[in-house]
T-cell receptor, first 109, second 113 residues
Framework: KNEVEQSPQNLTAQEGEFITINCSYS?????LHWLQQHPGGGIVSLFM???GKKKHGRLIATINIQEKHSSLHITASHPRDSAVYIC???????????FGTGTSLTVIP | KAGVTQTPRYLIKTRGQQVTLSCSPI?????VSWYQQTPGQGLQFLFE???????NKGNFPGRFSGRQFSNSRSEMNVSTLELGDSALYLC????????????FGPGTRLTVT
C-alpha cells in the first residue's frame, strides 16, 4: 500500500466549477506539499503545509494533522488549471519526500 | 537566480546500453535528489546526494547509480538499460538534507528501445 494516497485519479470539470483533490497519508510527517505538473514535465510547488490552511489566488490548501489528510481546492476553475496535481509528504524520519500518484485534472471551456 | 537545469532533455537509447544524466542545482543548494516518474508508478525516489556523499537511497537496483561533484552538480548513471527504464527522470535541489523546500528541474525524458 502506498504511504500517500490521492483521490480522484482523474477529474474532468467544466470551467468555473469548484474542484477538490484529496490526499491521505499513513506516516508521520514534517510537512506536506502540493505540486503542479503541466504537460512537458516541469513540477512547481504550489503550497507547503505543516498545519492549518493556506490560500493563493484561487487555490486553497488545508491539512488536518490528526486525521492525516489534506485537500487542495480550486475555486472558479479555468482551462489553464489543467495539469497533474501531486501530493508529497516529508516523513519525519529520514527527511525524504514521498509522493502520491497524482490527480490528472482537465478543465473544459 | 537560475533554476535547476537538467541535460539532456530527451534521450533515446537501446536496451543494454548505459546512459548518464546531468543535473545542476540552484546556486547555494547543496542537496540533489533524483526521481523516476512513470505513468504507472508516479514519482519514485532514487537517491539523494549532499556534499558529494549519498545520504539516502530508494529501492532501485544497483544498475542505477549517481555521484555529486564539489560544485554540487550531480550525475546519475543507468547501466544495462531495460525497456522498463523508459521514464521521465527528474532531479530536485534543496539547500540541505532536511530542508522542506525542494525545487525541480524540467526532467530528462529517456526512451529505451
Amino acid at each position: 500500500k502506498n504511504e500517500v494516497e490521492q483521490s480522484p485519479q482523474n477529474l474532468t470539470a467544466q470551467e468555473g466549477e469548484f474542484i477538490t483533490i484529496n490526499c491521505s497519508y499513513s506516516v508521520g510527517i514534517s510537512a506536506l506539499h502540493w505540486l503542479q505538473q503541466h504537460p512537458g514535465g516541469g513540477i512547481v510547488s504550489l503550497f507547503m503545509l505543516s498545519s492549518g490552511k493556506k490560500k493563493h489566488g484561487r487555490l486553497i490548501a488545508t491539512i488536518n494533522i490528526q486525521e492525516k489528510h489534506s485537500s487542495l481546492h480550486i475555486t472558479a476553475s479555468h482551462p489553464r488549471d489543467s495539469a497533474v496535481y501531486i501530493c508529497a509528504v516529508i516523513k519525519n524520519t529520514g527527511n525524504q519526500f514521498y509522493f502520491g500518484t497524482g490527480t490528472s485534472l482537465t478543465v473544459i471551456p | 537566480k537560475a533554476g535547476v537545469t537538467q541535460t539532456p532533455r530527451y534521450l533515446i537509447k537501446t536496451r543494454g546500453q548505459q546512459v548518464t544524466l546531468s543535473c545542476s542545482p540552484i546556486s547555494g543548494h547543496r542537496s540533489v535528489s533524483w526521481y523516476q516518474q512513470t505513468p504507472g508508478q508516479g514519482l519514485q525516489f532514487l537517491f539523494e546526494y549532499f556534499s558529494e556523499t549519498q545520504r539516502n537511497k530508494g529501492n532501485f537496483p544497483g544498475r542505477f547509480s549517481g555521484r555529486q561533484f564539489s560544485n554540487s552538480r550531480s550525475e546519475m548513471n543507468v547501466s544495462t538499460l531495460e525497456l522498463g527504464d523508459s521514464a521521465l527522470y527528474l532531479c530536485a535541489s534543496r539547500r540541505q538534507v532536511g530542508a522542506y523546500e525542494q525545487y525541480f528541474g524540467p526532467g530528462t525524458r529517456l526512451t529505451v528501445t
